[in-house]
């Protein structure tokens, strides 16, 4: 007969001494603060790639430019102004990410999920190699997925308002998960440059869904529209950053233009091939360079960056006949580069069209950015752009298991985003159907944007660029065991009729009162 494990009565008193809605994300944030601290310890200051060092270099030298987040940016230079290192951001970067899972918990908890459940996705999330060691990634992409995983949530939120009938009540919690929605896609806007679509693709998800909030969902999407603009045409450039070169931003159409010539050569004019020539030889346009799978191959030698920016009225010229000819070439060569969105197995190693994951060791030449960059090769912050394990039992570990999960075999469970996009649209539809819930389809908003997102531009088969649906993904298995209580009971009902009237409600059709709004319940408490 099993015993229980006796509890010190001083611990019990804590715990009755918190209020039960407070339990389940006080549970969430301490518990995986704890693992992700342990992965900051293995591979302290954090681990790093490329782009940490050009971070450096941009905010520690003046060359700030826009091929980067301006916002993650300002961070990084905000952690080596106060602390002359790196760790203070990948610390910050762990504690939100623990936070925000505790809120995604406390969401999943409003649409019936038990708290159990909802902490054992979020210790999933921070244990695995792929999801818990980007939060101490010194990349800009942590950032990103933290946010897209708030939007998601703070959504969950208010689609839990609309199935409870209290979508039009206005009241301080729907005033805060406004709050967050709006810091989830501005933070999805600003974290990566072409990202603001992610919001646009998922703004009709949200506004059929969320009837009685679709003036918020509007404001809130063109704000962040608007400031991702006018941070990125104005501000931007007025204060003196470097913005995107000509041959950086259109590299995608001649990834395009490459591709449809390497499949249909016989399409092409003598002017075509002209202002090919122009740029690279056509053996290497109609060769190396038509990878489907990669933009970067494309973009490799022999091709000339400086010639292309000179010529690039022309070449555009090439890519709008290319798609009046063979539309479907260049559709073609945008699902192919989005493989990684939207194909649960890599395409072939030999085109480049595996899952690229970034290793943890960090070079000594820092990814050869000191053998050509005078200033990184001299600079004083290359002292710290180097794993300084606050343990080298954690680092022995932490390495271990992160090279395990890279194994091929294992790389479209654990690294691989779309598996779990469509995990997603199944528990969505799920809930949907067996619960009689039709607004489900607002829980799928943000993985939709990030599919779609990758399909309009994406440069290779970079893992990280699909980690956030992984997060998403993960914490929605929670609703599953709901599904299953609740197969045979009837559709939820109102728990309380609304009792605010508001101009939305004749937009939503939903009824409205004229009494004052009720206290707010102990599940909308966030953290």
């Known amino acids: 007969m099993p015993t229980r494990i006796p509890v010190p009565a001083a611990a019990t008193r804590l715990w009755n001494r918190i209020p039960p809605a407070l339990r389940l994300p006080l549970t969430v944030f301490t518990s995986c603060w704890i693992v992700l601290l342990i992965w900051w310890a293995a591979f302290f200051p954090g681990l790093m790639s490329y782009d940490s060092v050009a971070y450096v270099w941009q905010v520690s030298t003046g060359n700030w430019m826009g091929n980067h987040s301006i916002l993650y940016d300002s961070f990084v230079w905000l952690s080596l102004q106060i602390t002359g290192d790196l760790w203070l951001l990948t610390l910050g970067q762990t504690i939100v990410m623990a936070a925000t899972l505790a809120y995604t918990s406390v969401a999943l908890r409003d649409l019936g999920a038990r708290g159990r459940w909802c902490a054992l996705a979020a210790l999933a999330v921070v244990s695995l190699p792929s999801s818990g060691t980007l ?15 708030l939007a998601f949530a703070a959504s969950a939120r208010l689609l839990a308002r609309r199935i409870k009938g209290r979508g039009q009540v206005r009241d301080r919690a729907f005033y805060w998960d406004m709050a967050v929605l709006g810091v989830g896609f501005l933070g999805i806007s600003l974290f990566r440059n072409n990202s603001v679509l992610v919001i646009l693709f998922a703004f009709p998800f949200f506004v059929i869904a969320l009837t009685g909030m679709r003036r918020w969902i509007t404001a809130l999407t063109a704000g962040a529209t608007a400031v991702f603009l006018l941070l990125q045409f104005v501000v931007y450039p007025a204060v003196g950053i470097v913005m995107p070169t000509t041959d950086q931003v259109y590299a995608f159409n001649y990834a395009d233009i490459a591709d449809a010539y390497g499949r249909h050569p016989g399409t092409f004019t003598a002017s075509d091939l002209a202002t090919m020539e122009k740029v690279a030889p056509l053996s290497f346009w109609r060769g190396p360079a038509s990878n489907c799978y990669s933009v970067d191959a494309t973009l490799a030698k022999p091709f000339d960056h400086k010639a292309a920016a000179a010529n690039n009225d022309a070449l555009m010229t090439v890519w709008y006949n290319v798609l009046k000819r063979t539309p479907q070439d260049i559709t073609y060569a945008h699902i192919c580069r989005a493989d990684i969105a939207w194909s649960i197995w890599p395409g072939p190693t030999s085109l480049k069209a595996g899952t690229l994951i970034t290793t943890t060791p960090i070079p000594k030449n820092l990814y050869g950015w000191a053998n050509w960059n005078q200033q990184v090769k001299h600079s004083p912050y290359r002292p710290i752009m180097k794993s300084r394990p606050l343990s080298t039992t954690l680092h022995k570990a932490g390495t271990f298991v992160y090279n395990i999960s890279m194994t091929p075999q294992l790389q479209w469970l654990l690294w691989r985003g779309a598996l779990w996009c469509y995990l997603l649209y199944g528990i969505a539809i799920a809930y949907a159907v067996r619960l009689r819930r039709r607004p489900a389809y607002a829980l799928v908003g943000i993985t939709v944007g990030l599919q779609l997102t990758v399909l309009a531009a994406n440069p290779a088969q970079l893992a990280r ?31 309380a009729p609304p009792l605010a009237a508001d101009p939305e409600v004749a937009e939503a059709g939903e009824p409205g009162g004229a009494t004052a709004a009720p206290v707010e319940t102990a599940g909308s408490a966030r953290h």
């Open 135 to 149: 939060s101490i990634f010194i990349w800009k992409d942590a950032a990103f997925g933290i946010a897209a995983l």
């Open 465 to 495: 660029y699909m980690l956030p649906p992984f997060y998403i993904g993960i914490m929605s298995l929670a609703l599953l065991p709901t599904l299953r209580a609740a197969k045979s009971q009837p559709a939820a009902v109102p728990a």
